[in-house]
């Protein structure tokens, strides 16, 4: 009990001290614009059934309560909301006695999922400003659970200080993303401007953008996300700090990158988010390997490679078919493994079979250092690789063990990705080949098997001869 009073008044007295700072800081603050339901677009028949049942009992149990977010900014922009998030002057606890449903999660700030069978309606008590100071090792230790902790390098570590709308507006990350939508009386709630710049198409960081940055990186990527997915141009003051802070990524979670990455290359808009990515070098701390390599006029096989599955990507998702990130992770460190299998081949005087094995672990160790790719994804990947050497291999029975394989198809389109990138009339034959042979009725099969072209039959592995064990007369 003394323990939760010491915690509340320690609470009160930072938020009253970080009040008294926040007013002498030069933030560029905005009067509060409130729109009415007429001026506006969103309706409620829009809005999930359960997220507004959230926000009703809220309301009804005399807490503040509004939809905030990418739900509000997509309803304005007549699109559909991936989810719907909720703010509230309750706090998680309070959350949790009012819905049998709540379960609490999250470290950095503790937040309430109200649970509806598949559906989960995010709940987050409005956030106050955090400490300024940068707390020592002792400090960080002996901070109260409901305190910001901040790292020495301006990272915010853990941030679970409570504070009113107004100052939960300023804590959001980007204007377009705090805009707040009343049930009780169907307003949206302006604090910074955000109507304003989603209507002009401007991405703009809410205060100051290097010392944003440097509470959270991955911020730099969401600023280029939002700006290829909603076709809008990044703020001049809110792009100059990235290419400078671009390097902070590295001390991002290599688990929190992946995760990033899936949303940045794997949601329908991955082509012209590489190509923000590169222009703000923010793909280079994330994809070392790829980076590395790049050339002046951007025209290498690796280059065409990335560009070209990332626009297939793209094209699947609009059309509603499922994507693998195994595929496009073998596919972008396709060449990157290549070159590494030929310099251990050569500079280690290994069989290429065996200098590709090797390449492609130590392909796999460097890249998990700046996104770790779970295992079940590797597995794929290495199999997606090795099948390449096993495709131009097709007499006998090989061919027809080969397309029974769980990943053939993967394989094969790797295939012809390769022979597009790289225009080779050897592997447009290879990939045609392959590609009437899945489709084709078995007599067709065993004709194509016997058609094989003299091209195609040298690529097959010599076989080595079989050693003979010496005769021995038997005693």
């Known amino acids: 009990m003394r323990c939760t009073i010491f915690t509340r008044v320690a609470n009160f007295c930072r938020k009253v001290l970080n009040r008294e700072s ?16 007429d001026q506006h677009s969103i309706s409620r028949k829009e809005i999930s059934e359960n997220a507004l049942k959230v ?5 009804k149990a005399g807490y503040e309560a509004y939809l905030v977010g990418g739900g509000v900014r997509d309803l304005l922009l007549g699109r559909k909301p991936k989810d719907f998030d909720i703010t509230t002057n309750a706090t998680p606890e309070q959350m949790r ?31 106050g400003h955090h400490s300024a100071h940068e707390p020592d090792d002792d400090d960080a230790a002996s901070q109260a659970p409901v305190a910001s902790l901040q790292a020495h390098n301006g990272m915010l570590l853990r941030d679970n200080i409570f504070g009113s709308i107004e100052e939960d507006a300023q804590r959001r990350d980007f204007t377009i993303n705090s805009l707040y939508y009343s049930v009780a009386d169907f307003t949206v709630r302006d604090y910074t401007g955000g109507m304003r ?10 205060g100051d953008p290097e010392t944003r940055y440097r ?38 979670p290599a688990a929190r990158l992946f995760e990033e990455s899936l949303k940045l290359l794997q949601a329908g808009y991955g082509e012209p988010t590489y190509r923000l990515l590169c222009e703000y070098q923010l793909f280079q701390p994330m994809f070392p390997l790829i980076s590395r390599n790049f050339t002046e006029h951007g025209d290498s096989h ?5 560009t070209q599955v990332l626009k297939n990507t793209d094209q699947r998702i609009q059309n509603d078919k499922r994507v693998n990130p195994a595929f496009l992770f073998s596919a972008m460190l396709w060449y990157p493994l290549l070159e590494q299998a030929q310099k251990l081949a050569q500079e280690g005087g290994l069989v290429y079979f065996d200098a590709f094995s090797l390449a492609l672990n130590d392909i796999l160790d460097e890249q998990c250092r700046s996104l770790a790719i779970p295992k079940r994804l590797t597995t794929l990947m290495r199999d997606i690789w090795q099948l390449q050497l096993r495709l131009s291999r097709r007499q006998g029975k090989r061919a027809f063990k080969l397309i029974e394989h769980p990943k053939f198809r993967a394989a094969y389109d790797l295939l012809a990705l390769r022979a597009e990138v790289e225009n080779s009339a050897e592997l447009q034959r290879l990939t045609q080949w392959w590609g009437e042979f899945q489709v084709a009725a078995p007599p067709s099969q065993n004709s194509l098997l016997g058609t094989l072209s003299e091209d195609g039959a040298a690529h097959q592995r010599p076989r080595r001869p079989r050693r ?8």
């Open 302 to 306: 690796m280059e065409r490679m990335v």
């Open 22 to 37: 926040a007013e002498t800081a030069p933030e560029d603050r905005r009067p509060l614009t409130i729109i009415p339901r």
């Open 468 to 475: 003979r064990t010496p005769y021995r007369d038997p005693a």
């Open 197 to 206: 710049d989603l209507q002009a198409g401007v991405i703009r960081l809410i």
């Open 97 to 127: 006695k009012l819905f049998r449903n709540c379960r609490l999660v999250g470290r950095r700030f503790r937040l309430a999922h109200v649970m509806f069978g598949p559906e989960i309606i995010e709940v987050a008590t409005f956030r």
């Open 215 to 252: 509470e959270d990186p991955v911020r730099m990527l969401r600023a280029v996300r939002f700006a290829a997915k909603l076709n809008m141009t990044v703020d001049a003051v809110t792009a100059e700090p990235i290419p400078r802070l671009a390097s902070l990524l590295r001390d991002i």
């Open 55 to 59: 926000l009703y009992r809220l309301n």
